[in-house]
Nanobody, 125 residues
Framework: VQLEESGGGLVQAGGSLRLSCVASGLTLRSHDMAWFRQESGKQREMIGA????????WYLDSVKGRFTLSTDGAKNTVYLQMNSLKPEDTAVYFC???????????????????WGQGTQVTVSS
């Protein structure tokens, strides 16, 4: 399994970015897919997850209404659209995958066995 993130960069507060996570070696629908972020010196936190049971995606409260998850099965890609970015969104963003489980999110980082290399998002004030 390989996950490759892209789309990070430097943006002003209030701006937008779209992160992409291209997955290879797995089928999206057979895996729990999530985005995490990690600020320097802090623990990695889950900010969004795809829920395949027909429910809406799960989001961390601090990003609800600003971030949107979507998937493209044909491209085996998960997207994270980030709008109204704030300086506190500055972090390295990671895509993660794990074989589907019968537990709804949130999921701890230790429960994922596949990670991308991360992409830096910096929001200036």
């Amino acid at each position: 399994v390989q996950l490759e993130e892209s789309g990070g960069g430097l943006v002003q507060a209030g701006g937008s970015l779209r992160l992409s996570c291209v997955a290879s070696g797995l089928t999206l629908r057979s895996h729990d897919m999530a985005w995490f972020r990690q600020e320097s010196g802090k623990q990695r936190e889950m900010i969004g997850a795809i829920v395949w049971s027909g429910r809406d995606p799960w989001y961390l409260d601090s990003v609800k209404g600003r971030f949107t998850l979507s998937t493209d099965g044909a491209k085996n890609t998960v997207y994270l659209q980030m709008n109204s970015l704030k300086p506190e969104d500055t972090a390295v963003y990671f895509c993660a995958a794990a074989p589907r489980r019968q537990v709804f999110p949130p999921w701890p980082p230790r429960s994922f066995d596949s990670w991308g290399q991360g992409t830096q998002v910096t929001v200036s004030s």
